[in-house]
């Protein structure tokens, strides 16, 4: 009798902890590559798709081909470069959250150098080209190591792009220059044009604002120029132009 009453005034019954079913799965397979596999409740996975919405609605360049996996996979990246570069993420034993890559400076600067030239902090190997783009618009720690192998010293880090060349990148390009793109610049890395280990200089004009994706194409045959009219342009691998109202094909 009493179990009939209460199930009367609770006809929904006592609400379980969301939290308890919670899972995520990764793994990390032998080339790097990751996959995964997650289980959310209504509530958090609103959560999710909500965040993950709000990235894949702000980033349809014009052309845009990718399948609607593919958009959400590079929102989750993108969510994860934006916490990345707001500095909020939890301290880490003193040190802030970060991708880091270490790699030979001889095998940085050789543009023959083949793949699994430099390891990152999960223990992934990537190829040398890989980690330039990563020092495009990060921190480089020089560690120099005696014969057996022992740190002699630790050069201080280096801002490879200060805080007032990005403020200045920002005010010129407003967005990412990649054609038909148009992210925001808390979105972008500040690309070298002609690379730092290549000689390029770390200035104004030798710089440009692409968003994770796009700076990925520049590394991987694409090209963005500014000829002195101002106007950015953007050259496929086979050296023709992508114009706005064609489609991109990247």
Request: hydrophobic share 40%; net charge negative.
């Amino acid at each position: 009798m009493v179990q009939r009453y209460l199930a009367h005034l609770d006809p929904d019954g006592p609400e379980p902890d969301p939290t308890e079913g919670r899972s995520l799965s990764i793994v990390q397979h032998a080339d790097g590559s990751v996959s995964g596999r997650f289980e959310l409740d209504a509530v958090a996975g609103e959560r999710v798709q909500a965040a993950l919405e709000s990235i894949v609605q702000a980033n349809r360049p014009l052309g845009d081909g990718r399948s609607r996996a593919q958009q959400q996979a590079d929102a989750l990246v993108q969510l994860a470069d934006n916490a990345l570069a707001a500095g909020d993420l939890p301290i880490l034993r003193t040190a802030k959250p970060q991708v880091a890559v270490t790699i030979d400076i001889d095998d940085l600067v050789d543009p023959a150098t083949g793949p699994a030239a430099g390891r990152m902090g999960f223990g992934a190997l990537i190829s040398a080209a890989r980690a330039r783009m990563l020092a495009c618009d990060g921190d480089i720690t020089r560690i120099v190591f005696g014969p057996d192998g022992a740190p002699l010293d630790y050069g201080r880090s280096h801002r490879v792009v200060p805080r007032a060349l990005r403020r200045a990148v920002e005010h010129r390009d407003r967005s990412c220059v990649f054609a038909g793109c148009g992210a925001p610049t808390h979105w972008c890395d500040v690309h070298h044009l002609v690379h730092w280990a290549d000689g390029g200089d770390t200035n104004l004009e030798n710089s440009a604002l692409l968003c994770e994706r796009h700076h990925t194409k520049v590394h991987h045959g694409f090209r963005v120029e500014r000829p002195p009219d101002g106007r950015w342009r953007t050259y496929r691998p086979d050296g023709t132009e992508i114009l706005i109202g064609q489609p991109l094909r990247v």
